[in-house]
């Protein structure tokens, strides 16, 4: 499967922004989508996954609240639905998707990689 990230610009603190992953692929609704961020020093770490049914979503402790992950398994795409953003959330955002896995939030369990889309939030 292919994914592709979009969705990413330059917003306010407290703005919201939807980030979308397309993914090419008849069986994408087979896979568990993750959305994870990678800021300029830092290590990717994750931020939110969906599983492939959609009826179960994660999220990391410093998103909650504030994002939401969806899929529209018809249009082969997952959503990352942000607000009340932070200067804190700027980084770059990648989705990735797998279909087997333990861990929600261990990017080395995941198989497929977008190609990100930055996402800059002002103070």
């Known amino acids: 499967v292919q994914l592709q990230a979009s969705g990413g610009g330059l917003v306010q603190a407290g703005d919201s922004l939807r980030l979308s992953c397309a993914a090419s692929?008849?069986?994408?609704?087979?896979?568990?989508v993750g959305w994870f961020r990678q800021a300029p020093g830092k290590e990717r770490e994750f931020v939110s996954a969906?599983?492939?049914?959609?009826?179960?979503?994660y999220y990391a402790d410093s998103v909650k609240g504030r994002f939401t992950i969806s899929r529209d398994d018809a249009k082969n795409t997952v959503y990352l639905q942000m607000t009340s953003l932070k200067p804190e959330d700027t980084a770059v955002y990648y989705c990735a998707a797998r279909l087997w896995g333990t861990s929600w939030g261990n990017r080395d369990e995941y198989d497929y990689w977008g190609q990100g889309t930055l996402v800059t939030v002002s103070s």
């Open positions: 692929g008849r069986t994408f609704s087979r896979y568990l």
């Open positions: 969906i599983s492939w049914s959609g009826g179960s979503t």
